[in-house]
């Protein structure tokens, strides 16, 4: 687990959601077939900035608090991969900035870029969010999203999360 984080490797937007770790999963397989890492990146911003002036100082949570909240948010998404696929080579990096931008600076030489993709349930809004459809829109590696696994769905449901389907492609 210890790869110099700025070279090469699978790069995957963490966020705490079902959706990102689909994408984590999703990536690790990847990297095994590929024998490289995945590079797991929380971007995070000190909410303080986000909240009113008039808000009650004690309702806003210190830079250290949302730095530590943001850091229990990637442990935990590295956790459940680790739980699923215990031998995943993964680097975790958390870095203070816009989510888009951290994620598009660690990308530069990356295989790709890896982001989570929640179910469309609006068809007026648009299929992809701010940070991905910047990332997409911007990356110098190609970008892939991964969709959130449906509600009641096994971990690995997703004919591509799969363990026999990775090894299928090993074999071939």
Known sequence: MAQDVASGGLV?????????????????????????????????????????PYARVLERPTPDQDRARAAATLEENV?????THPDADVVSLLREGPAAAVLLRHAQDALFLALGRKPRTDVTQPALGPVARACVRLAACPVVTVPEPPPGAEESGLPWLRDDWAGSLERA
């Open 12 to 52: 995957v937007g963490v966020d705490g959601s079902a959706a990102a770790l689909a994408a984590l999963r999703w990536s690790a397989a990847k990297a095994r077939l590929l024998h490289t890492h995945v590079l797991a990146v929380h971007a995070w911003l000190p909410s303080g900035y986000l909240r009113a």
């Open 79 to 83: 956790a459940q991969l680790l739980r």
